[in-house]
């Protein structure tokens, strides 16, 4: 009887940059800005006997852009914006290359009587199959309010609500 044997070897390398700053204008309380970026980029290769061998290369850049207004003050506008690119390959299998985009804000109103949030974020996502030419693209809308009181130390009522617009394609060409 023969006997069987795999081999398997395996290389990863991933690296990456990543700069966060927070600072604020005039006073703490007055406006916070927080700001990320990062790149990183990933490789990795896969050697068998058994199953063909395969390359990745993944890419991932983004930016997120943060604002508080008014920090601990009895109404906080919050805003926020966050752009992401990715692009994946994986040799002979698949080559996609994604986008999104994100923004939106909060509104925060705190008192002791009823107090209440609301927020609003809008989402936009791109995703391309490049050698197919398919795409994906997604676009939403999202809106909330929250309220709550409390009567006696025992309760709690909470008011939600919340409203959401989605539009969806997939376009194959």
């Not at 058994?50 to 008014?70: C, G, S, Y």
Request: net charge positive; no cysteine.
């Amino acid at each position: 009887m023969g006997d069987s044997y795999d081999y398997q070897k395996n290389s990863y390398l991933i690296g990456g940059a990543l700069v966060n700053t927070k600072s604020f204008f005039l006073h703490p309380n007055f406006l916070i800005l927080d700001v990320d970026a990062g790149y990183f980029p990933e490789t990795s290769r896969d050697n068998f006997i058994v199953i063909p061998d395969q390359a990745e290369v993944r890419t991932l850049k983004n930016l997120n852009i943060r604002t508080t207004l008014f920090n601990q003050k009895k109404i906080t506008l919050s805003t926020f914006a966050n752009f992401n690119e990715t692009y994946q390959n994986r040799e002979y299998l698949t080559d996609v290359k994604s986008k999104s985009k994100q923004w939106g804000g909060a509104l925060f109103y705190s008192n002791k009587f009823l107090p209440l949030t609301v927020n609003f974020s809008k989402i936009q996502l791109e995703q391309k199959e490049i050698p197919s030419g398919r795409k994906f693209n997604m676009d939403e809308n999202i809106f909330q309010g929250k309220t709550s009181k409390s009567f006696t130390s025992r309760d709690r009522h909470e008011l939600n609500y919340s409203h959401n617009e989605s539009e969806i394609q997939n376009i194959f060409r």
